[in-house]
């Protein structure tokens, strides 16, 4: 679990100095879900759930940017295919 959570953090990190055009607001939810991660006991899963679901709040008062889309839709692409996988796997 430790290689995952490093490799979402850095995931994020690299997202949010790429693209130019994020707002504030959304490099804090960046930042704040990166210092989560960094916690020994917490859920990556559960932190990926919280960016999500900020970044929709921010859609949908039209705060959101056209490069927080782009996270969003990825960040919940990647969401639902470990559910995906996670489903399939505790049937076998």
């Known amino acids: ?6 490799n979402k953090k850095q995931e994020l990190l690299k997202f949010k100095e790429e693209p130019p055009n ?6 804090s939810l960046i ?11 917490t859920s990556q899963d559960k932190e990926t759930l919280a960016i999500i679901h900020s970044l929709r709040k ?9 490069d927080g889309r782009i996270l969003l839709k990825k960040l919940q692409r990647d969401q639902w295919l470990w ?9 076998d």
């Open 1 to 6: 679990m430790g290689i995952f959570k490093k």
């Open 22 to 27: 994020l707002n504030d607001n959304e490099k």
């Open 31 to 41: 930042l704040n879900a990166v210092n989560k991660i960094n916690e020994p006991k």
């Open 58 to 66: 921010l859609s949908i008062y039209g705060q959101l940017s056209k």
């Open 83 to 91: 559910g995906l996988l996670n489903s399939v796997v505790q049937h």
